[in-house]
């Protein structure tokens, strides 16, 4: 008795269910008449929430580069590919075996459609009049012209998330901004440090599972969390701290009512003689150290983007990707909480330093904490607002010595 058995020949593409699931629904759909450009616009805004990857959205549109705009526009059109394989793995870098699963993977999701001749070849006849094609061989993109309202309405949907993302992340900064001046005012009224420190805490905690991508669905939690601790610290401080229901006083009770103007009440206290010059010698005594003229930085340029370089961990606090100097001074306010570094402190190194060398030194302060050179960081700055009260401080040194360590490590990788 003589079996036979089926042998497939050589070279034959393999068709899968999903394949051919894919191609029947998507020659269901009519051509949408939308130029290239529009289509690989919307394609790459799209992408991340049709389930293409990045290296598969730009494989799609390296394919339609290798089509004429009149086949995505005409109703007869055919947007056909006759790029070979090697001329794919060429452009992109790519073994053969990964250039046939991405083919494979785009079919079956139903973005391309494979239009193989008898001999296996792509290629592609036109009228030599009018450019038409007459007939082809090759990667069939009409189901990209076809998708069309998937990939829009796909697009615009991604949009949004992103907008939303945006609005929530800068909410969750300026909502952790409030916990922490919110629990320096608990210390300020008297209640436990302890609780004041958990909530602030427990905030600088959640704002570092924000992540990077500014995803909704991880920051609406993080947002309704630091919601309610703000709402716990309020409770606190106006419980502790009430306010009078009449700060008027009782109607039986004459109004309190400046009856001396501001100039002559500086008049009066300033005055001349022995009494001016003792108020003057008492309200030096009390004031706050004055600011030097010369900058601690002494002409060193410390950009912003230098101090992104120096300390990474700025750019998980600041709003944008290229934050100005009011920006780095938002975060750096934070990176002192992270620090350990008081308000008290951080207000004083403002006043003497000035801001913009405040945050600075914070940030000087911030690289070596990394490195593990530093045990009390609120230690340190006050130490430097001491040195630069004294015309003692050097900290342009410090800082040419760190942009050489930048350098050298750019340089190794």
Not at 49 to 70: F, K, N
Not at 182 to 197: I, N
Not at 272 to 277: E, L, M, N, P, V
Request: hydrophobic letters at 40%; proline letters at 5%; one cysteine or more.
């Amino acid at each position: 008795m003589i079996t036979e058995t089926y042998q497939p020949h050589g070279g034959l593409r393999r068709i899968t269910p999903a394949m051919l699931a894919a191609q029947v629904q998507a020659q269901a759909m009519p051509m949408s008449g939308i130029a290239r450009g529009e289509i690989l616009r919307v394609l790459r805004l799209a992408r991340s929430a049709v389930g293409l990857t990045c290296q598969q959205a730009e494989l799609l549109a390296y394919l339609s580069s290798w089509t004429d705009p009149e086949d995505w526009t005409d109703e007869d059109g055919e947007p056909l590919c006759t790029a070979r394989n090697l001329d794919i793995q060429e452009r992109f870098d790519l073994g053969r075996t990964r250039v046939k699963e991405l083919l494979r993977g785009l079919a079956e999701a139903g973005w391309i459609i494979h239009r193989d001749s008898p001999n296996g070849q792509r290629y592609l006849r036109r009228s030599r009049s009018s450019r038409k094609a007459l007939y082809g061989y090759g990667i069939d993109l009409s189901p990209l012209s076809r998708r069309y309202p998937e990939l829009a309405h796909a697009a615009a949907a991604q949009e949004e998330r992103r907008r939303e993302g945006r609005r929530l992340h800068k909410e969750v900064m300026a909502l952790a901004r409030r916990i922490y001046a919110l629990s320096e005012t608990c210390l300020e009224v008297g209640l436990p440090m302890t609780d004041a420190k958990r909530v602030a805490l427990e905030a600088n905690r959640l704002t570092q599972l924000r992540g990077e991508d500014r995803n909704p669905e991880i920051l609406e939690p993080i947002l309704a969390r630091l919601t309610t601790l703000q709402q716990e610290l309020e409770f606190a401080i106006q419980a502790a701290n009430p306010v009078e229901s009449d700060p008027m006083g009782s109607p039986e009770r004459p109004h309190y009512t400046t009856t001396k103007p501001d100039h002559i009440a500086y008049a009066t206290v300033g005055g001349t003689g022995c009494a001016g010059k003792a108020h003057e010698a008492t309200r030096s005594r009390s004031s706050e150290p004055r600011r030097a003229t010369e900058s601690a930085l002494k002409g060193f340029r410390a950009t912003p983007t230098f101090l992104l370089q120096l300390v990474p961990a700025l750019r998980d606090i600041c709003q944008t990707d290229r934050p100005n100097e009011r920006e780095i001074l938002d975060a750096v306010a934070l990176l002192c909480n992270s620090l350990g570094v008081s308000t008290h402190a951080w207000k004083q190194a403002i006043s003497v330093l000035g801001p913009y060398e405040a945050a600075v030194a914070v940030c000087v302060i911030a690289a070596r904490h990394a490195k593990g050179l530093v045990k009390s960081a609120g230690g340190l700055l006050r130490a430097m607002i001491t040195r630069h009260s004294k015309g003692e401080l050097a900290l342009d040194r410090s800082l040419y010595g760190l942009a050489d360590q930048i350098k050298a490590s750019a340089a190794v990788h």
